[in-house]
């Protein structure tokens, strides 16, 4: 006799799938309806005229919107908190600075990049900064008027414009001795590809990519922040729309542009090409003096993807490369971090001092990395003596060369000149 039990509990089990899916797919349909309030225009009703009281209450009420079920995982939020807040009056009108953290509901790395906030050591905690400048549009309503990063406020104050006027900019002399390079000469910026005898001009080129924040040029580009090839010329740009890769794979006979990210301003910036593959690393932000940088990857020189690099802020890099075996080398000052692949977190490496130099000196002038570059499958290291550096050797101010044939142990090579062009006469 055939038991009466199954069938119920394959209804049963149809009707539970059922569900699910119809519930899964509720979900997906409220999600795609979500689209979280623009600061700049948002308003919050409060009596007060302090601006601290104000953007407190606007503040609680912001972010509680991006809590629970109806908020996709890429802007969810537990809750955020207000770490401190300080009115600004540098300007003729008031603004207010908000330092903040935002605990994340999920692991969804999208919360980061669709919040503005920066990776802490906490798993799914973040930190935010913006500075907002309010407008009363009734007795007691408040409009935000307008929304700055801390750098951007820094920039619009006295003290910085004064200083962004003194003439700062200087000129280097062409390195002849260099067949693929840059050269810049009355504000425009030139590549060759047989050592001077002919210049390709990179179009708009000095205004994005030497153009710092304070209007002020930067004439001498970092290492590993350009690539001049016969096969790919890159260098990165920025503008009001956003950073940029400005390229050429036909030795300058026409330039491209590909739009990498809204954000990003002019610092320290590193490019690398290898087997196809484009990476780019450049500031995303500023906070007290510091600058925080994010890196990007590309294949189709179209698509831009963000590399996660796991949960240790990245500040004031002076070095970042991506070797021909897919491992990135981040570096600051004499740290140096090893990422084996496009995935996963950063591992510290060490590396040994140049003894005979430190031995004779009486301690070791080389505390900043500041290039990596590689030659029949070896990986070369440069390290330099940082802005205070003073230790000089037949005229010139001494680097360290260092190798590695496995990426990760390091040993000293020898002293090398340093071949920072020579200012322009």
């Known amino acids: 006799m055939k038991s009466g039990v ?28 979500f689209s979280p ?17 104000i953007s407190r209450k606007w503040f609680e009420e912001y972010f509680s919107d991006l809590e ?5 995982y890429n802007y969810r939020i537990e ?31 999208g919360v980061m990049y669709n919040l503005e ?33 801390p750098v951007q406020y820094q920039i619009m104050t006295p003290e910085y414009q004064e200083e962004a006027n003194m003439p700062q900019t200087q000129h280097y002399k062409f390195q002849s001795d260099k067949e693929m390079t840059y050269y810049i000469q009355d504000e425009t910026l030139y590549v060759t590809y047989d050592g001077g005898e002919t210049f390709q001009e990179v179009p708009d080129g000095y205004e994005k990519v030497c153009k710092e924040t304070n209007d002020t ?26 950073t940029e890769l400005i390229y050429s794979e036909d030795q300058g006979g026409t330039w491209q542009e590909s ?33 925080y940088y994010g890196s990007w990857w590309s294949e189709d020189l179209n698509t831009w993807t963000y590399i996660t690099t796991g949960d240790m802020p990245l500040s004031n890099l002076t070095c970042v490369y991506w070797a021909s075996d897919g491992t990135g080398y981040y570096a600051r000052g004499e740290l140096l971090y090893r990422m084996a692949g496009r995935e996963g977190g950063l591992e510290e490496l060490t590396w040994p001092e140049a003894v005979e130099v430190t031995e004779s000196l009486g301690f070791n002038p080389f505390d900043s990395i500041d290039r990596f570059y590689e030659e029949d499958g070896v990986l070369y290291m440069v390290v ?40 322009a006469g």
């Open 6 to 33: 199954g069938k119920p509990i394959l209804i049963g089990a149809a009707i539970f799938l059922a569900a699910l899916f119809l519930g899964a797919g509720f979900r997906e349909f409220v999600w795609s309806l």
């Open 37 to 53: 309030a623009s600061i700049v225009g948002d308003t919050v009703d409060c009596m007060s005229d302090d601006l601290e009281t």
């Open 68 to 72: 629970g079920w109806t908020v996709p």
């Open 79 to 109: 809750k955020a908190e207000i770490t401190s807040a300080e009115i600004l009056t540098d300007l003729e009108e008031p603004y207010i600075q908000l330092d903040y953290q935002v605990y994340a509901a999920s692991a969804n790395n």
């Open 117 to 149: 906030l920066m990776q802490t050591n906490e798993r799914r905690v973040y930190t935010g900064q913006m500075v907002l400048r309010w407008e009363r549009t009734d007795w007691n309503t408040w409009q935000i008027a307008e929304k700055l990063r």
């Open 217 to 242: 040029y930067d004439e001498l580009l970092d290492d590993n922040s350009y690539i001049v090839t016969e096969e790919f010329t890159g260098f990165i740009g920025y503008t009001d729309q956003g």
């Open 259 to 291: 739009l990498i990210t809204e954000n990003g301003y002019k610092a320290a910036s590193f490019l690398s090409r290898q087997n196809g593959v484009c990476y780019v690393t450049f500031a995303t932000d500023r906070a007290l003096g510091s600058d």
């Open 384 to 423: 330099g003596q940082g802005s205070d550096g003073d230790y000089v050797k037949d005229g010139k101010l001494s680097e360290a060369l260092y190798q590695s044939a496995d990426g990760v142990t390091f040993t000293f090579v020898k002293e090398i000149a340093d071949d920072t062009p020579e200012e």
